[in-house]
């Protein structure tokens, strides 16, 4: 059985296909493969949330009612989540919530009273890594074509796409081998690659290079 509590999602370019600064419920598509992955976290008992930067608020290009439409529409191809969490700072405004800073993380978890080690976080860029490890979360990178090389390369575990991540979840997340040493996993060289050479670091003092490219 999964040892895992609750499982966030970044939700543009993970959960549904990304349209920047999105103010429109009908252009939301999940990604393939979404709604049936969230389901079988939800069989499982498994707690999902949403964990999203929206810095077109602050930016002026849309509104929080906005926002809140387009989540909307997202629990209504997607299912109900059970925790969602929203930035709508932007890169300049030195928020703790926003990712790669690990504030929403935090919130999310402690609002479903699990710990951060219980969790896992998925996304697709560096930024939702790197807010995973600050958290003391674990972290499972989906790469899209706006995924850059180094952030994949940073990243202690990728998947190939959405269903491959909600796998490595269901099936045993592969933290650390029995041993201690680190684990590949069921899906090594195939739809999961351990990147890093030791322990996931935790921690709000260690993460992942900085890319600036945050969202």
Partial sequence: ???????????????????????????????????????????????????????????????????????KRVEELLGPFDVWAVCPHGPDDGCPCRKPRPGMILDAVGRLGADPADCVVVGDIGSDVEAACRAGAHAVLVPTPVTRPEETAAAPHVARDLPAAVRLVLDGPPWEAPDGAP?????????????????????????????????
């Fill in 1 to 71: 059985m999964s040892p895992v509590r609750v499982v966030l999602f970044d939700r543009d370019g993970t959960l549904v296909h990304d349209v920047p600064y999105n103010a429109a419920p009908e252009r939301v598509r999940p990604v393939e493969g979404a709604r049936e992955a969230l389901d079988a976290l939800r069989a499982r008992g498994i707690r999902t949330g949403v964990v999203t930067n929206q810095s077109g608020v602050a930016r002026g290009l849309l509104t929080e009612a906005d926002v809140r439409r387009v989540n």
């Fill in 183 to 215: 684990a590949l996993g069921l899906y090594a060289g195939a739809d999961h690659v351990r990147w890093a050479s030791g322990r996931l670091p935790t921690g709000p003092d260690v993460a992942p290079p900085r890319t600036g490219r945050y969202l």
